[in-house]
């Protein structure tokens, strides 16, 4: 069975190994680390993911019992979401692309989106994720991205007024 442990322990030792012995060497442990986009495999892999979170969550009656939102999803197409959402992922996450829509806070003001309804879709984001197999340290990656617009996008606090 494969022990990615010992792979990361083995590899430590042979670095440790090669940089005592060879200056050399050291260009190759600065070799920069592939950016985020890159590492989730480009831009195919990242629409297939998000094709299916928009699926996902323009489906989900957690979501949709916010009357804002599910009037939202009557005149908002999920293709557009979907070009939108990849487009962004792929810029945020260092790849070849310029994300044109609105800001997080602008899009989502009128929508009244709680933080149990963050909740629900990090949840269903995190699902996604893992339906696809997406390594922990880009998960992590991930949801960092997401979690840093939660203050745009959320606008009723759990506790109430
Ligand atoms: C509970 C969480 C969320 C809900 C319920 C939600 C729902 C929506 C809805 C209904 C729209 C269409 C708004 C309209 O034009 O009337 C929208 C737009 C959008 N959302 Fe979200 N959203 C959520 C979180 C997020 C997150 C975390 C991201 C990305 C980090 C995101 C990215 C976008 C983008 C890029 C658009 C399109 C903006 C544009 O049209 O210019 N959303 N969202």
């Given at each position: 069975m494969f022990n990615p442990e010992l792979k990361y322990l083995k590899s430590f030792c042979l670095s440790a190994f090669i940089l005592a012995g060879s200056p050399g060497a050291l260009a190759q442990s600065d070799a920069p680390v592939p950016s985020l986009f890159d590492r989730l495999g480009g831009l195919a892999p990242i629409s297939v993911v998000v094709n299916d979170f928009i699926d996902v969550v323009v489906a989900d009656s957690v979501l949709n019992a916010n009357e804002a939102v599910e009037a939202s999803r009557k005149v908002v197409p999920a293709p557009y979401l979907k070009y939108q959402v990849t487009a962004m992922v792929c810029e945020v996450t260092g790849g070849p692309c310029s994300y044109q829509g609105r800001d997080m806070k602008t899009a989502h003001a009128?929508?009244?989106?709680?933080a149990a309804e963050w909740d629900q879709m990090v949840m269903l984001f995190k699902d996604v994720l893992a339906k696809h197999q997406v390594p922990e340290t880009e998960t992590g990656e991930l949801l960092d991205i997401v979690g840093s617009t939660q203050a745009d996008i959320v606008a009723v606090s759990m506790s109430g007024p």
């Amino acid at each position: 069975m494969f022990n990615p442990e010992l792979k990361y322990l083995k590899s430590f030792c042979l670095s440790a190994f090669i940089l005592a012995g060879s200056p050399g060497a050291l260009a190759q442990s600065d070799a920069p680390v592939p950016s985020l986009f890159d590492r989730l495999g480009g831009l195919a892999p990242i629409s297939v993911v998000v094709n299916d979170f928009i699926d996902v969550v323009v489906a989900d009656s957690v979501l949709n019992a916010n009357e804002a939102v599910e009037a939202s999803r009557k005149v908002v197409p999920a293709p557009y979401l979907k070009y939108q959402v990849t487009a962004m992922v792929c810029e945020v996450t260092g790849g070849p692309c310029s994300y044109q829509g609105r800001d997080m806070k602008t899009a989502h003001a009128h929508l009244n989106i709680t933080a149990a309804e963050w909740d629900q879709m990090v949840m269903l984001f995190k699902d996604v994720l893992a339906k696809h197999q997406v390594p922990e340290t880009e998960t992590g990656e991930l949801l960092d991205i997401v979690g840093s617009t939660q203050a745009d996008i959320v606008a009723v606090s759990m506790s109430g007024p």
